[in-house]
């Protein structure tokens, strides 16, 4: 029963944002005004990395897509919450935990649609990356989105208003994309910025991705990476379905 009720709010969520063209496309402006504006301006500069600037930039990129879209998720359980949505979906046969999955599934289906567009201006612009490296970078931004829009719609449950939940999110995504050498990497700044960005699981994502663009797979960060993805979906999902079953009990 649970991957039945799943599918159906997965279903409903997906055909919403199916109807909303612009809003698909818009999500990844963001990475995309980097990638056409900000990767020039990295064309030749030694990165400290193996491969093109566009390997280096490309996976951070991804990953900011996912991070930001994925934490910001929650505002529209909020909206659902003021509307009523949420109390008459509660009241239904559908098992609670599918509430929080059928989301997170359709968010993880959008990012990665999103991801493969960003992908395709970035080859456009110059990029070269395996082919399966590049399935691996849509596999972690999956497994993130996942990760980041359970906790959003958990943390989304908990405020009453956009006002509590705005500056909650930014005073985290902001950090994490900081620490994690989104842009460029860590090993470019000062010893002890490279120590602390270590204490970011986001860090770990990166330096993954950027191995799969360069097409090295068995390395100590694709197993890091992989293993910390893991980890922490399974945390995230584990905490978004706890309180989506508590809610309101």
């Not at 490309?58 to 897509?65: H, I, S």
């Not at 612009?125 to 931004?141: C, H, N, Q, S, W």
């Amino acid at each position: 029963m649970l991957f039945h009720d799943t599918a159906l709010i997965y279903g409903r969520y997906l055909r919403q944002s199916l109807r909303s063209r612009f809003a698909l496309l818009f999500g990844v402006l963001m990475p995309l005004l980097y990638l056409l504006f900000f990767g020039p301006l990295l064309t030749g500069l030694p990165l400290g990395g193996r491969g093109s600037s566009w390997q280096v930039l490309v996976p951070g990129l991804l990953l900011q897509l996912g991070l930001f879209g994925a934490s910001f998720a929650g505002f529209s359980v909020i909206i659902e919450n003021g509307q009523g949505v949420v109390e008459r979906m509660r009241v239904t046969p559908v098992g609670r935990p599918a509430l929080l999955l059928g989301r997170v599934l359709r968010d993880a289906t959008v990012f990665a649609f999103q991801a493969v567009l960003l992908v395709l201006a970035a080859v456009a612009m110059g990029l070269r990356a395996p082919l399966f490296g590049v399935l691996i970078g849509f596999a972690f931004v999956a497994l993130l989105t996942v990760s980041l829009a359970s906790l959003s719609y958990a943390l989304a449950m908990k405020v009453r208003t956009p006002q509590e939940f705005g500056p909650t999110v930014n005073a985290l995504t902001m950090p994490s994309m900081l620490l994690s050498g989104l842009m460029l990497p860590m090993t470019l700044g000062p010893a002890w910025l490279d120590v602390l960005s270590h204490l970011m699981p986001f860090r770990y994502l990166v330096d993954a991705v950027r191995d799969a663009y360069v097409g090295s797979y068995a390395t100590e960060h694709m197993l890091y990476g992989t293993l910390v993805a893991l980890a922490f979906t399974a945390l995230a999902v584990t905490a978004g379905t706890r309180v989506f079953r508590t809610a309101g009990a």
